[in-house]
Each structure stands twice: as C-alpha cells, then as structure tokens.
C-alpha cells in the first residue's frame, strides 16, 4: 500500500519503518525540518532499539522517505496515518490543535493531488484522543461537501499500544490490533495493513477503540501505583513487599486475569470491605499514605449512591428489588451493597418490595435468621415469598440476581424501568424495554 505517516515521533517514526518493511511505500510528514531532513539521510528522529536499523533499511531500499510537503505525502496515498502529539492543557483536557492542523492540512492539499486509485483515501488516527473525536472533529473534517472534487474520506481510529523503550518490538507484538471503524472498506483496508502482525484484530466502533486506549493506560497506571502502595505499607511492617507481589501474581484465577474486571455493581460481602478497612488503619497507625486503597472505598461508595439517584430521577415510587445478598448464591447479607441500596430507598420514602431466592425467612437458619429477625427487621418486613409477589406494582425493578425464578417473572413484568446490577440477565435483556445496565 502507499502509506502517509504524518508525525514522525516515537509513535510515527516506528509505525513508518516498520509499514516500511513490509513491502508498503511510506512517506513521512512532519512540520519539524531537522527530523524530516533526518530521516532523509536514514537516520531515525528518535531513539529506540533498533529503530536505527529498520530506518537506514527502510530508507535505503526506497520505502521510506519523508517530507514537510502534506501534498506530496498525500499524491496517490491509499491511508494516513495521523500520529501527532495529543498533550495535555492547563486543565487536563486535551490539545488537539495538532489533530486539526493536520486534518485541515491535508484536506486542503487534496485539491492538489490526484486521490487514490480505489477512489477512497483512509484517514486513521494512531494518536490517542478522547471517546468521540472521531465523530466531533475527525469524521466532520472530511465531510464530503468539505471535499475537493474526486475525493472520497473513510475515517478510522487504530490505537497505537507500543512503549518507549521498547517500542519496534512492541510495534511487531502488540497485544491485539484494535480497528475502529464503520467503514467496511477501511476496515478490510487496515486488517490488510496490519496483517503482518500475527495477533487477532477487534473490530470496533471508533469510540470504543478511542476509549479502549485510555483504559489500557488507566489500567497499567492503577497497577503500578497499587504495587508501589503496597510496597509502601509492607516495608514499614518488616515485610519483603516484594515477595508479596510475586506470588500475587502468580494467581491467573483472580489476580492476573479478567475476575472483577468487568463494569457492574459495587463490591460488598463479609471480606472486602472489612480487610481494606483494616489495611486502611494499619497504614495510618504508621503514618503511611494509600491515596489508591482509600479511593477505592469512595469510588465503591459512588456506585451505590448512583443507582440511588437514578431511582430517585424515574420519580416512580414503587421499586422491587430481586437480590439482596452481597453476591448470587450466598444468603451472606454481611455488607452487602443491594442491601445497602435497599435502605437507602426505604430511607428516601419510597415502597420497596424485595425477593431473594435464598435469603427468605422460610429457609434462613440461626445466626442468619436471628441477625435477619433482630438487625435487619425493617428490611425483612419487606421480603416477598416470590419474584411475582415483589413485581406486583413495581414501577422500577432493580436485578442483583440471575436465578431462574427471578429471570422467568421479570419477563412477565411490565415495570417500566429494569435496572440491572447484576449483567447476567442474557438474552432477556432484548425483551425488557426499560431496561438498563448500571454501568454500561
Ligand atoms: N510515545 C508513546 O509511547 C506512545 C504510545 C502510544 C500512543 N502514543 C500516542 O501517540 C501520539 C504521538 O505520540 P509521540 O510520543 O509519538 O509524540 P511526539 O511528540 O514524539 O511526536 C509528534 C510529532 O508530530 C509532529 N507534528 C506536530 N504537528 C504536525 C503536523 N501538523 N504535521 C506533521 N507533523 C506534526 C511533531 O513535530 C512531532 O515530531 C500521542 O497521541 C500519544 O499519546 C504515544
């Protein structure tokens, strides 16, 4: 394929040697004169391992070459890939100047240049930008009444997942080539690009890619900070911290693996909870800050209080809710977050019926029925014997619980909104109209 790289730093020096080296003819654009000028003579703007290879390579056999000239990158070109800085204002939110500039730039060569024999030009953007820059700033720039005769735009975001330091390898093993795009002829177009690169492709929607990257890095940021905490706290109580670490990572069945990486509900039940208070405390007694642990309990907190509120906003009085013990399956009612929820709606006045298909009265034995009986004796006046009994009236229907008996009455139901904690409701959620998950 031709290809047009415009931005030649870390990310698009590598991502233009190495579409080079497949057997695609890349030109590099960049408004600096001194890298464009660099990468003329074969010399990588950047430094990387081996970086400085693959670009005297590229270069030498005819590949690979760069310009400040948007139109001559743009001649022919079946895609560009757009790999300019997206850093940060004052603020936190994000320049795109950068972007535009080159969106802008390149529609205006277009009417200079003859467009690609296909008809279709691809614009990708590699940088990472914020969910919905695609459809705000991307796709209108290439609208086609904003288009030189002859010119036909399909736009795409494909995120770039290398890190400096290691960026050609990371380039040719990536964890996975994300495409966003609606396109099919972009779509089709990029696996075809990135086919070299022995992975699968997920082919999303251009917000979901957008965000995808953001979570990536969210996620590695969180990782390292809950490891440098842990640390913290550990080595002030003789511990080897690191030790710690190693064997946690040594469980593929709930540390290093996708257990609790899922949006839904808040966490609750007998352990959680309890420990963190615990680590929380042992940290403070020896002065040591876990800004990470503390949050976690706030942002926990939030969960709770947004479904709260999302009740409260239907202006509907009458809630069921089906599930009450912290997690399926269990009848622990010992911090549970639907409970929590529970009493803050019968808190907030509102009529609330609850069904649990193991926490009912009939069957809780001994400590269960007395904390039930004696602690819990406003919530369990509003138990109901069956599904059907709590839907009775119920004009908001909240689901903690993907039992049977809960699934096959919540379809006879007719609430008017189902909101779901739980997210195992399967096919059903198709034929519930009011229904929405609380957290995606
Ligand atoms: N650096 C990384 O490890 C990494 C990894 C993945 C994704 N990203 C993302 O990729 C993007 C690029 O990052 P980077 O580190 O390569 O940036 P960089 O600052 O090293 O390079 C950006 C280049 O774009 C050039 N440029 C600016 N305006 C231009 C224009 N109008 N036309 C042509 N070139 C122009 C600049 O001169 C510069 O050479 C960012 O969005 C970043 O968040 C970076």
């Known amino acids: 394929m031709k290809v047009a790289v415009f931005g030649l730093g870390y990310v698009g020096t590598i991502t233009a040697a190495g579409l080079a080296s497949q057997g695609n003819v890349v030109v590099g654009v960049d408004v600096d004169e001194m890298k464009v000028e660099l990468l003329g003579r074969g010399i ?14 590229t270069v030498a056999a005819g590949s690979l070459r760069a ?6 990158a743009l001649e022919a070109a079946d895609v560009s890939l757009i790999c300019v800085g997206t850093p940060s204002l004052m603020r936190g939110d994000t320049d795109l100047s950068f972007v535009t500039r080159v969106l802008d730039e390149m529609r205006d060569a277009m009417g200079r240049v003859r467009p690609p024999s296909s ?10 930008v914020p969910p919905g820059t695609g459809a705000t700033v991307v796709a209108p720039a290439f609208a086609p009444d904003r ?74 940021a969180v990782k390292i900070t809950f490891a440098n905490e842990m640390g913290r706290v550990f080595s002030q109580c003789a511990v080897d911290s690191r030790k710690v670490m190693e064997i946690l990572c040594e469980d593929h069945k709930l540390n290093i693996s996708p257990a609790y990486l899922r949006p839904g509900f808040a966490f609750g039940g007998s352990c959680l ?15 040591v800050d876990l800004p990470l642990i503390s949050a976690t309990t706030v942002s926990n907190e939030l969960v709770v209080r947004q479904v709260v509120d999302r009740v409260l906003a ?31 709606l019968v808190g907030k006045g509102l009529e609330v019926r609850i069904y649990d298909p193991i926490v009912r009265p009939d069957r809780l034995v001994g400590g269960n029925l007395r904390h039930l009986q004696s602690k819990l004796a406003h919530v369990n006046r509003l138990l109901a014997d069956s599904p059907e009994e709590a839907l009775e009236g119920a004009e908001v229907v909240i689901v903690a619980s993907s039992h049977p008996a809960v699934l096959g009455a919540l379809a006879r139901s007719n609430a008017e909104v189902v909101l779901d904690t ?7 959620v198709e034929r519930l109209p009011g229904y929405e998950g609380v957290s995606w």
Request: include cysteine.
């Open 314 to 344: 239907t202006d509907h009085r009458h809630v069921c809710l089906l599930g009450l013990s912290f997690k399926m399956n269990t009848d622990d009612l010992r911090e549970s977050p639907s409970l929590e929820l529970a009493e803050r």
């Open 67 to 72: 310009t400040r000239d948007v139109a001559d």
């Open 422 to 428: 739980s997210g195992r409701l399967g096919d059903l």
């Open 147 to 220: 288009l030189p005769l002859g010119w036909s735009v399909e736009t795409a975001m494909c995120p770039e997942f290398l890190r400096e330091g290691c960026g050609v390898e990371d380039f040719f093993n990536p964890p996975f080539v994300v495409v966003g795009s609606e396109e099919r002829y972009t779509r089709e177009l990029l696996a075809e690009l990135f086919g070299f690169i022995d992975c699968g492709v997920h082919h999303v929607d251009v917000p979901t890619a957008e965000a995808l990257k953001y979570a990536c890095n969210a996620f590695h």
């Open 119 to 128: 008809g279709v030009h691809s614009v990708v953007i590699r940088s990472t």
């Open 44 to 57: 990588s703007p950047v430094v990387e391992p081996g970086i400085d290879e693959l670009v005297a390579e």
């Open 273 to 287: 909870p309890k420990d963190l208070r615990s680590l929380q405390h042992l940290a403070r007694h020896m002065a």
